[in-house]
C-alpha cells in the first residue's frame, strides 16, 4: 500500500507555523513536533529537535545503516510565511483544501508540500529495505525569517549534522518545458533608516520653511542612492562583484521567460532597470538596493499641516557572490554619513538578515545527480539556472558543515508562495516522491 | 455685576466641535446652538445660523441700532483641532479645568477663549447702553479644516452680512514685551501624490531589480522638489511672489524673537532654509512646500522583503502674497509629469486647502484702532506683524464683502493650540474683554 501524501501533508498546513510572529512560536514547535512523529512512522531514527537560545527548533532524524556509503543531509523548512490579508484568500490559509488538481493552504508551495514529497519517499524505500545511501534529515523552522540562530544549531550539531553533501527540497520547476538545476541565490542585507528632527512635530505655518522636514530629508537619502536607471550610487556597492561572463550569461539565460508576457501579468508596460542587463538578469545576477517601506506623519489621504518630527524606512539589498553584507551595510552607512544634512539626527540600524550569495557547480556530485533525475523525469536535459531569492541555509551548510548544498524540490512559478490562496499540484508531491527515490540511488553512485 | 467669562466659556469647552471629523458633525452643530444662546442672552438680536450645503453652520448675530455708525464683522470660529494623542494630555481635553492661572482644554486658546472675550465685552456693552458702533458676529464652523464652505455661507448671505469693515479675534500676543498688529496671513494649498507601480506587491527577490519601486520613485520625486538649501525647485513656484522689500523686511523684523533659543526650545541646533532670509523669515514672508506625510510598505522596523505596489506622499506649500494657490498646484503638477519615470502611474490630487496669503495695512481704520487699544493696554506702541500660518476667513470675506479684516486676539504663543494641554490665561480673557470694549469705541471714531 502507497500512502498518500495529503495524509502527511493536510495536518501539517493546519498548524500557523509562522516563524516571524513571536505569538506563533506555539505553532512552530507544534509543528516541529508532527514532523518528528512523521519521521518516526516513516522508519527514521535518532529523532529529535535540535535547539539553540531563543530559536525555533529544527527538526532532525537520520539512516545510517549503509557504512561505506556516502551520508547525504536533506533540508527543508517547516516554517511558513504570515498571512498579511486573510480576506484575499478564497478559504482560510490554515484550513487545508484540496479543490480540483491543487491542495490550498499557507505553507503548501512553500515548502511544506516539497517536504512531505521528500520525507513519503524515505518512507516508501524504507519500507522495501535498506536506503542505497545513509540519509541525515535536517527541517529548519526560521526559513522565512532568514534563518538567524540556524548557524547556531549547526555549530552545536556539527558532529550530528557531519555529512559528505546536502540537497534542499525548497526548489522550484517550470511548469512546462525544460527543467532547470537551481547553482544559486542572492543574498540578502537590510537596514532600518530613521531621521529625527524637532522634538515633537511642528506646526507648519509657525515653522515651515525653518523646521527641518525628515520625511523630504529621508525621501532626500533614499533618491541619492540610484540613478535613473536604478543602478545603485552608493560607494563600494559594486566594488567586489564578481562580474558573470557572457558565457555564464548566456548559460543562465532562462528559456520561456518572457519579458512582455511577465511584466504584463504584473499590469506593467516593461520592466525596469539597467539596459545592460536583460530584465531576467537584473532579477537574478544583478545585486539591488530596494526601499521596502518608508512612513512618516499621518494618514497620506488627510490634511494635517505638522512637519513631522520623526520618518522611516526599511532597505534590503539582493547581493550577488563576492559582495560581503557587512561590507556593503557599512557602504550604506558611509553614504547616509556623507549625504547627512544638518540639523537632523540619522540612524542607520542594521536589520534581520545577514547572508551573502550562494553557488554550486553543475559539476558537484549532488547537482549532477539532480540533473540526471531531472533528464529521467522530464525526459530532457535540465538548463542551468539561479534564483533572485535568498535561502540563507545554503552558505550556512557550506559554512558550518564544509558542504555544497544541490536543489530538487517541484514548487511551481506560479503556486502563490508567500501570497494568497497559496497552492501545490497534488501531482508534484508524487512527483518530488519519485524524484527522491531516483536521487537516493543515483548518489549511491 | 459683571459676568465672569469662564461662565460662558466652560460649557463651550465641554463640547467636542472637531470640524475635521464627520462623526463630531453633530457636536460641531451643538457648540453653534450654545453660541446662539450665549449671542441671545448678551442682548444680541437677529440670531441665526447659516447654512450651506455640507457645511458646518456658522453662527449669526447683529446689533444695528446705530444707524450712520460704522458696522462692523466681528469675526471668530468655534471650531477646534482633533485631540490625536489624549494620553498626552494632562486631563481629558474636552473636560475643562481651571488649574492655577489658566483654563484647560482643546480649543481653550484656538479659539473659544478669545472669542468669547469677545462676546462677554459686549454683553457687557449693551448691559450698559447702546453701542458706539453697529455690529455684526460671524462664529464659523469650519476654520480647522481651511473653511471649505466659508465661500458659499457669505455668498448667499452676502446682503445680511454687509459692513464697513471686519476684526477678526483669531490673533495672539507675545507673553512679555512689545504688541504686535497682525497684517497678514501666509496661504495654503495642498495635495497628495500617489504612485502605483505592479498589480499587486512583489517579491523583491522575484523581481527586484526589475519591477519598478513605487516609494523609491515617490522619495525621488519629492527629493526633485527641493535643493540643499530647502529651495523649492518646481518650475514657476516663485514666479508670482511678490518680494518684499529691504524696507519691509526691517518693519516686519520680530522683537524678542531668538532663533537659537526657538530652535533650542524644539531640541534643534539651529534652523534649516535659504541662508538669505533670517528663520522668522523664512517662517513667515517665504513660501514653503513641505512633505507632510509619505507612507508605503509594511512597518519599517519589520522586515519584509516586498517591493510595495503603491506608495502616498502629501504635501502642503505655504504661500506668499502674489502666489496662487491653483497655479502653484498646477506648477506641482506639470514638474511631476515631467520628471516622471516610465512604467508607473503617478497621479497628484488635488487637497482640501486652496487659499491665496492676505495682507492688510496699518493704515487701514480697523487696523489703526487695533493699534490704538494694543498702545493703550500695553502701554507702548505695537510692531507690526505677519504670521506664517492660514486662516481662510480674511481672504474669503475681503473677496465677498470686500473689507479688509484687522485682527485682535490675546491667544499666548505658548498656549499649546493644536497640541496636548491646549491652554488659555484666565487674565487673558478679561484683557480680551477690555480689548473689545476700547476697540468698539475707536472704531466710533
Redesign the interface.
Given at each position: 500500500v502507497t500512502r498518500d501524501p495529503l495524509d502527511w501533508l493536510l495536518p501539517l498546513l493546519a498548524i500557523p507555523s509562522i516563524s516571524?510572529d513571536p505569538a506563533r512560536a506555539g505553532d512552530v514547535r507544534a509543528a516541529a513536533e508532527l514532523l518528528l512523529e512523521l519521521c518516526r512512522t516513516g522508519g527514521l531514527r535518532n529523532v529529535r529537535l535540535l535547539e539553540a537560545p531563543g530559536a525555533h527548533p529544527s527538526v532532525y532524524a537520520d539512516w545510517l545503516d549503509v557504512p561505506g556509503r556516502p551520508t547525504v543531509l536533506l533540508y527543508g523548512h517547516y516554517d511558513v510565511q504570515p498571512v498579511?490579508d486573510q480576506s484575499s484568500w478564497s478559504s482560510p490559509a490554515f484550513t487545508p483544501v484540496v479543490r480540483g488538481e491543487a491542495v490550498f493552504g499557507r505553507g503548501a508551495s512553500d515548502m511544506k508540500g516539497p517536504l512531505i514529497s521528500m520525507l513519503v519517499a524515505l518512507e516508501s524505500m524504507l519500507a522495501e529495505g535498506p536506503l542505497p545511501v545513509n540519509v541525515k534529515v535536517l527541517l529548519e523552522g526560521e526559513e522565512e525569517?532568514?534563518s538567524p540562530r540556524l548557524r547556531a544549531i549547526l555549530q552545536r550539531h556539527r558532529e550530528l549534522l557531519r555529512c559528505d553533501m546536502a540537497v534542499s527540497a525548497d526548489g522550484s520547476q517550470p511548469l512546462a518545458g525544460t527543467p532547470r538545476v537551481m547553482l544559486g541565490?542572492?543574498g540578502?542585507c537590510?537596514l532600518?533608516l530613521i531621521v529625527r528632527?524637532?522634538?515633537?512635530d511642528?506646526?507648519?505655518?509657525?515653522?515651515?520653511?525653518?523646521?527641518?522636514?525628515p520625511?523630504?530629508i529621508?525621501?532626500?537619502l533614499?533618491?541619492?542612492m540610484?540613478d535613473?536607471d536604478?543602478t545603485v550610487l552608493v560607494d563600494g556597492f559594486y566594488d567586489a562583484v564578481r562580474v558573470p561572463s557572457a558565457v555564464e550569461r548566456a548559460q543562465l539565460a532562462p528559456s520561456g521567460w518572457e519579458?512582455l508576457a511577465e511584466a504584463a501579468s504584473?499590469?506593467?508596460?516593461?520592466?525596469?532597470?539597467d539596459p545592460e542587463w536583460t530584465?531576467?538578469e537584473?532579477?537574478t545576477l544583478?545585486?539591488?538596493l530596494?526601499?521596502?517601506?518608508?512612513?512618516?506623519?499621518?494618514?497620506?489621504?488627510?490634511?494635517?499641516?505638522?512637519?513631522?518630527a520623526l520618518?522611516?524606512?526599511?532597505i534590503?539589498c539582493?547581493l550577488v557572490p563576492g559582495q560581503h553584507p557587512e561590507h556593503v551595510l557599512a557602504a550604506i552607512a558611509a553614504h547616509v554619513r556623507r549625504v547627512a544634512?544638518?540639523?537632523v539626527q540619522i540612524e542607520c540600524r542594521p536589520?534581520?538578515?545577514s547572508t551573502p550569495a550562494y553557488r554550486t557547480t553543475r559539476q558537484h556530485p549532488a547537482s549532477r545527480a539532480v540533473a540526471q533525475v531531472l533528464t529521467e523525469l522530464y525526459g530532457r536535459e535540465p538548463l542551468d539556472n539561479v534564483?533572485?531569492?535568498?535561502i540563507a541555509a545554503l552558505t550556512l551548510i557550506e559554512d558550518e558543515l564544509g558542504v555544497e548544498t544541490a536543489t530538487l524540490g517541484f514548487a511551481g512559478d506560479d503556486e502563490n508562495?508567500?501570497?494568497a490562496d497559496e497552492f501545490h499540484r497534488v501531482a508534484s508531491l508524487a512527483r518530488g516522491r519519485a524524484a527522491y527515490r531516483l536521487l537516493l540511488d543515483r548518489l549511491a553512485g
Open positions: 516571524a498579511i525569517i532568514f541565490t542572492r540578502l537590510d532600518e528632527g524637532a522634538r515633537t511642528t506646526h507648519s505655518g509657525q515653522y515651515g520653511g525653518a523646521v527641518p522636514n520625511p523630504q529621508l525621501a532626500e533614499v533618491a541619492s540610484h535613473a536604478g519579458p504584473l499590469e506593467l508596460d516593461g520592466f525596469a532597470g530584465p531576467w537584473r532579477t544583478r545585486p539591488t530596494e526601499l521596502n517601506a518608508i512612513h512618516s506623519g499621518y494618514a497620506a489621504d488627510r490634511l494635517m499641516t505638522a512637519i513631522p520618518a522611516h524606512a526599511r534590503s539582493r544634512p544638518p540639523l536589520g534581520f538578515a534564483d533572485g531569492g535568498t508562495a508567500h501570497g
